[in-house]
């Protein structure tokens, strides 16, 4: 299980408050506040730390880049931007050839990966950077 943690504040009351996500591989578990907890209204921001988020209705809903982020750090990899072959834009973790299997085993996501010299592999999501 990996948390996502952030900070969102309300455009209308001003208010700043900390929040989660839970996630199981894609299965989000646990949400976070869709109302403001002090004026109720739903004008919530995400306040910006480099997560990539998508707007989803009145909600927010977590992307594979978010969730690519989040096992990929739990694992003990260190995900970075990288712009690639397919038009790909957006995390990538570079290792060696010998560490694909344990990249595959920390995350549900589909992966895909471009060769970088003669051992080293750049992986990220399948179908784009979102
Ligand atoms: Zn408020």
């Known amino acids: ?25 894609t299965t989000i578990i646990a949400q976070p506040p869709e109302k403001c907890p ?3 209204l739903k004008n919530i921001n995400k306040i910006a730390d480099g997560w990539e988020w998508e ?17 990929m750090r ?5 995900p970075e931007n990288y712009v690639g072959k397919n038009f ?6 570079t290792v060696d050839r010998g560490k694909l299997q344990d990249v595959i085993r920390a995350t549900k996501l589909e ?8 051992n080293d592999l750049v992986i990220y999501p399948a179908g ?3």
Request: charged share 25%; net charge negative.
């Open 1 to 25: 299980m990996s948390y996502i943690q952030f900070r969102q504040s309300c455009s209308d009351c001003g208010e700043e408050w900390n929040a989660a996500f839970g996630i199981v591989g």
């Open 38 to 40: 002090k004026c109720g």
């Open 55 to 71: 707007k989803s209705g009145e909600g927010m809903k977590i992307t594979k880049q978010d969730v690519f982020r989040a096992d």
């Open 74 to 78: 739990d694992a003990g990899f260190d």
């Open 88 to 93: 790909y834009r957006g995390l990538a973790v």
């Open 111 to 118: 992966l895909q990966w471009d060769s970088l010299g003669k």
């Open 128 to 130: 784009g950077g979102s």
